[in-house]
């Protein structure tokens, strides 16, 4: 099985935004909850950089989930 890097940085990025939304945030809370950077943290929705595993479990911990649901295809509403 291949995996695309492309696509997996875009179901994170589509996962955060989502829930980022569904938790009634902006994504500016969301960084300084996060304790990172608003830069750092438009660089990796964009896909332009790559999270850490320590990034995403941090990212899952401020959003209440599993740090694998931000890897999964996210739902179609």
């Not at 902006?26 to 790559?50: I, K, N, P, Q």
Request: aromatic share 6%.
């Amino acid at each position: 099985m291949s995996v695309d890097p492309d696509e997996i940085h875009a179901r994170i990025g589509a996962q955060i935004r989502q829930r980022v939304a569904a938790r009634g945030m902006t994504l500016r809370a969301f960084a300084e909850e996060m304790d990172t950077g608003y830069t750092h943290l438009w660089a990796v929705l964009g896909g332009r950089r790559s999270p850490t595993v320590t990034w995403l479990c941090r990212a899952a911990e401020v959003l209440e989930c599993d740090p694998l649901e931000l890897l999964r295809e996210p739902k179609r509403r």
